[in-house]
């Protein structure tokens, strides 16, 4: 078996500016730098004096591979213009932790210290400000604060959570600061097209349990790795996302909703209410056909008498073809798809035409269960066009603008 393809350097060629500002958090903001050089970009850090009495410029210099910048007076720019030169140079300036008195500063357009002066120097159409706050929880709720927010996002800057939770001076609530994964991945969204901007996109994902008793049932080996990846970068390209996974152990996507099921009705009962409201279903999960027509209140126990047990089948609803079925005002733009073991595109067309929906993605489902690559072959009326062989979330994205394209017309 060949080795999976290497996940996406997603930021691959971008310049970052990481700017620190005074917080406990600044350790994780080592862990942000190490993240965005895996990812593929270069980054240059800028710290502030009070975060210099958190972490030092060398841990961010190793880090970086990069001298660190903490003053406007460093004579190392040619022009003696460090202000200029550092947000010229950069694709976004990610400050990360943004305390309190730091976003103060920015929305009062101090420059007092080399970042906040660089900050204010940017060219605010071309470098974006991402800004990732951190502080106490009751310093977060100030009105202060929140109206500096407020005024920090309508200036154009980007606010990065904050996250909820255990705070470093021993109190519980909002203000943490989002953790360097999230960071990097909200960044990494930032820079994709947004080609679903305004667009509800619904997706099922995952396979369904069909219990048998309560401790045994029917499902199948889909891990659900296919339908995520498409609900990130639906949410990446700007869509307003619902999830309809049934029992898998993934991360929910940043920023989408996730409804949790277990059975093919409980998906059903969850999706076609739903549909509606979206303007897009895609429908990767791997819904059981068949389910037990009944349940057993018990475990069913082994009777002694080597006797195994039988049990009738009955059909599970066809969520897809329901809501394909939809009257035309209620219908979202539909996706199917066909997880086959051979005879791809023979197969993914029969379903087109028997679902009754404008596109069918085929893979071969043996060759992909549980892989974090995969294959595509699209089918619609147009005919066929293969995404080769790619990681998951890339060949969520290249699917995304395919469906994109699809749209504009409606
Ligand atoms: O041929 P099959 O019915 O398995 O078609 C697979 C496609 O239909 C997938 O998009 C799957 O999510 C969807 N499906 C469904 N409800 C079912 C069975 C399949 O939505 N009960």
Known sequence: MSPPPAPPADLQG????????????CYKAAELARELVKAGATVQVVMTDAAQQFITPVTM??????PVFTSQWDARPANAMAHIELSREADAIVVAPAS?????????GRAAELLPLLCLARPIERCPLLVAPAMNREMWAHPATQRNVAQLRADG??????GSGDQACGE???????????????????????LLAGRRVLITAGPTFEAIDPVR??????????????????AEAGATVTLVAGPVHLATPRGVQRVNVTSARQMH???VPAAKAHDVFIATAAVADWRPASMNEHKIKKDGKKQAPTFELTENPDILATVARLPVAERPWCVGFAAESQDLARHAREKLERKGVP???????????????????????RGERELPAADKLTLARALVAEIAERMKSR
Do not use: W
């Open 61 to 66: 210099q190793a880090l970086t591979n990069r």
């Open 14 to 25: 971008r310049h970052i500016v990481l700017g620190l500002s005074g917080g406990i958090a």
């Open 269 to 271: 009962d969850a999706v």
């Open 359 to 381: 596109l069918v993605v085929g893979n071969l489902g043996p060759a992909t269960f549980g892989r974090d690559d995969n294959q595509l072959l699209l089918v619609d009326a």
């Open 217 to 234: 049932g029917i499902t199948n080996l889909s891990s659900g790795k296919m339908g995520f990846a498409l609900a990130r970068a639906c």
């Open 172 to 194: 519980v609530g909002d203000g943490r600061m989002l953790e360097a994964e999230e960071i990097r991945d909200e960044l990494i969204a930032f820079f994709q097209p947004k």
């Open 100 to 108: 309190a008195d730091f976003i103060a500063q920015l929305v009062q």
């Open 157 to 162: 800057a980007r606010v990065l959570g904050p």
